[in-house]
């Protein structure tokens, strides 16, 4: 049974930085993308960041670019993500992902995963 469990939110105020963590169980992820999806309160789930299983690729959502950076440690069977200058508007819950395919720019319209953990909230005040 494939598990994904995120951890590392929490409530910060703006400005701050987090580090959240994705371990997954189950499966290697060495042969698999993954990604990094929020979801604000009342609102449509949303494509945050993605790193290819090499981490030879990676791709940003505009709205955090140059403010979060995403990482994977294959061995660790771990993915990151790095906030830096958090605002409210990142406040939602965040969700990491696998799957098998490399949607290169077309990320923002992503919406189906192999697999999905249950999330980490993180909330910023302002």
């Known amino acids: 049974q494939v598990q994904l469990i995120e951890s590392g939110g929490g409530l910060v105020q703006a400005g701050d930085s987090l580090r959240l963590s994705c371990t997954v169980s189950?499966?290697?992820?060495?042969?698999?993308?993954m990604a990094w999806f929020r979801q604000a309160l009342g609102k449509e789930r949303e494509f945050v960041a993605a790193?290819?299983?090499?981490?030879?690729?990676?791709y940003y959502a505009d709205s955090v670019k140059d403010r979060f950076t995403i990482s994977r440690d294959n061995a660790k069977n771990e993915m990151y993500l790095e906030m830096h200058r958090l605002k409210s508007e990142d406040t939602a819950t965040y969700y990491c992902?696998?799957?098998?395919?490399?949607?290169?720019?077309?990320?923002?319209?992503?919406?189906?995963?192999?697999?999905w953990g249950k999330g980490t909230l993180v909330t910023v005040s302002s």
């Open positions: 189950g499966r290697s992820i060495s042969n698999v993308h």
């Open positions: 790193v290819s299983y090499t981490s030879r690729r990676i």
């Open positions: 992902a696998t799957g098998r395919n490399w949607y290169k720019n077309e990320w923002a319209k992503v919406r189906d995963m192999d697999y």
